[in-house]
Structures are given as structure tokens and as C-alpha cells.
């Protein structure tokens, strides 16, 4: 009996050596774990504190970042400012130019203007100096067949002496609105298109003798059917520069169809065209083939159209 409790406490004794045995294994197993664990916890502290270091790294350069990306956009807010004032001025700068350039114009055209007008007041001062000097050398001429026929001579003739000779003269030329070539002009000017060709324009040149000019403005008028008081307005449409001059009154109004003939005529050498045609006329001599039957028969025209003019001037 007391051998087997012997038996049993020495079991005991074994097992629990054994126990301690293995508790004290498990003891250095754990001091080992801890001193892993240890040595992990300072690994991961070193860690952390690299992270740390590289996160302050990263805050610092983020916020280095955030102050440029601060002053890059102040930068580009001034830059936008300045350029919409450089728009502004340059938009100011080029209604000004413009403003300077229409100005310029401007004063370029009153130029042109001005010149155009002294040149056309010298022109019609020559002009006027040139009529001048010729009706004093008529005037001054005691001729009493001088060829304007004044019975006075220390003036020029009147409009209605003036009209008197020209229908005498130049009975194909309408003078007044009773003629038969316009009795049946009923047309406004404005409601018909005239042509214009070189032969209806009345330059400064024709002013000495308009006759021809005249006649055939008054073939277009009358072939057009327009009314004999719109004739004056064609008429200054169909002169050029110093010839208008004669179309205008003093309040600077058109004058009508009979008083421009008037004044184209007031001056007019009506016996000079008289010598001229009796001179073509002796010079009109049959050409190399010519008909002589047709060359008697235009000679004898002739001659009794510049007799019947010669009549109504000497009457």
C-alpha cells in the first residue's frame, strides 16, 4: 500500500517535473517571440518614424506646392488683369487711329476740294478774262457791221437782243417752249432715261461756238419726248466745269433751256460763222468720183442755207 503511493507520488513528482520542463520550453519560446516581437516593434518604430519623416517630407513639399501653385495663380490673376488693360488700350489705340485716319481723310478730301475749287475759279477767271478782253475789242471796234451788231456799244446786248439773234441765225434751234419740234414733249425728265454720248457733252472748249453741242442735246431731248421746262436740268448735266457757269444764277439755281441759250450766246460772233461757212463753201470743191449732178445740187443747198443766213444778219 505504501509502496503504490510511493509509486504514486514519485508519477507525480515526474509529471510535474515534466510540466515545469515543458513550461520552462515554452518560457524560452516566448522570451524568444517577445524578444522578435521586440525587435519587430523597433523595426516598425523605425518605420514609422521613416514614414513619419517622409510624410512631414511630403506635408512640407505640399505645402511648398500649395504656395507656388498660391503665387503662379496670382501670377497668371495680374497677368490676366494687365492683358485685358493691353486689350483695352489697344482696342482705345485703334478706334483713335481710326478716328485720326477718318480725319485725315477728312482733311485730305477738304483739301482735294479746295484745290479742285481754286483750279476751277482760276479756270473760269482765265475763261471769264479771255470773254472779257474779247467783248472789249469788240466794243472798241467802230465798225457798224461789227459782227455781234450792237447798236450800243457800251454794253452787251440784252436776253431778249441775244434770243432775237439766234432764231434769226439758227432758226433749227429751239429757243422757246412754243416751237413745233416740242409739241409733243409731254414726258417728265425723271420718268425717262436720256442717252449720253461724247457728241451731247458740252465742254469748256465748245463754250465759243455751242451751237453744234446744242442741237444735238436738243435731238436726244426731243427724241426722248421730255418736256421743254426739264431741258435746263439735262442740259447742266451735259456740261463740264467752267461751262456750268453759264447754267447758274446768282442764288446758284439752274436756269431754264432759254436763258442758258441767252448766255451761251450773249457774246457769241455770229458774223465769224457766216465768213466760216462762205469760206467752206468756196472750198467745197468735187472730190475724185463724185456725181456732178449730187455736188451741183448740195452746192446750191449750201449756198442758199448760208444766203438765208446771211439775209436774217444783214436785216
Not at 476740294?113 to 472789249?136: F, G, H, P, V, Y
Not at 475789242?137 to 459782227?147: A, D, I, K, Q, Y
Not at 433749227?172 to 409733243?184: C, E, F, Q, R
Request: with cysteine; hydrophobic share 35%; proline share 2%.
Amino acid at each position: 500500500m505504501d509502496g503504490d503511493k510511493i509509486m504514486t507520488d514519485a508519477e507525480t513528482v515526474s509529471t510535474g517535473e515534466t510540466r515545469l520542463q515543458n513550461l520552462e520550453i515554452q518560457m524560452g519560446e516566448f522570451s524568444r517571440d517577445m524578444k522578435e516581437v521586440k525587435a519587430n516593434s523597433i523595426n516598425n518604430d523605425k518605420r514609422m518614424q521613416e514614414m513619419q519623416s517622409l510624410l512631414e517630407q511630403l506635408t512640407g513639399m505640399f505645402k511648398a506646392q500649395s504656395r507656388t501653385e498660391e503665387i503662379h495663380g496670382k501670377t497668371l490673376e495680374q497677368a490676366s488683369i494687365q492683358f485685358s488693360k493691353l486689350q483695352r488700350n489697344e482696342e482705345e489705340m485703334r478706334i483713335n487711329l481710326k478716328k485720326d485716319e477718318e480725319e485725315i481723310i477728312g482733311i485730305e478730301e477738304n483739301e482735294k476740294q479746295i484745290t479742285n475749287r481754286i483750279i476751277e475759279d482760276e479756270s473760269k477767271a482765265s475763261l471769264m478774262e479771255q470773254r472779257i478782253i474779247q467783248i472789249e475789242e469788240r466794243l472798241n471796234n467802230g465798225n457798224p457791221n461789227n459782227t455781234n451788231g450792237f447798236k450800243s456799244r457800251s454794253k452787251l446786248p440784252s436776253q431778249n437782243e441775244t434770243l432775237a439773234k439766234v432764231e434769226r441765225h439758227f432758226p433749227s434751234l429751239v429757243i422757246y417752249g412754243n416751237h413745233s419740234l416740242v409739241a409733243n414733249c409731254t414726258k417728265n425728265y425723271s420718268d425717262v432715261s436720256v442717252p449720253m454720248n461724247n457728241d451731247a457733252i458740252l465742254k469748256d472748249e465748245d463754250i465759243e461756238d455751242p451751237l453744234d453741242v446744242l442741237l444735238t442735246i436738243q435731238g436726244l431731248l426731243v427724241g426722248k419726248h421730255v418736256r421743254f421746262q426739264d431741258w435746263g436740268n439735262f442740259l447742266y448735266s451735259c456740261c463740264k466745269k467752267n461751262a456750268r457757269s453759264y447754267l447758274t444764277d446768282q442764288r446758284g439755281f439752274i436756269v431754264d433751256w432759254t436763258t442758258a441759250i441767252a448766255k451761251f450766246f450773249q457774246t457769241f460772233d455770229f458774223g465769224a460763222r457766216t465768213q466760216s461757212e462762205l469760206s467752206e463753201l468756196s472750198h467745197f470743191n468735187p472730190k475724185a468720183g463724185d456725181d456732178a449732178r449730187e455736188y451741183f445740187v448740195n452746192l446750191v443747198h449750201k449756198g442758199k442755207a448760208i444766203r438765208n443766213i446771211y439775209v436774217r444778219f444783214t436785216l
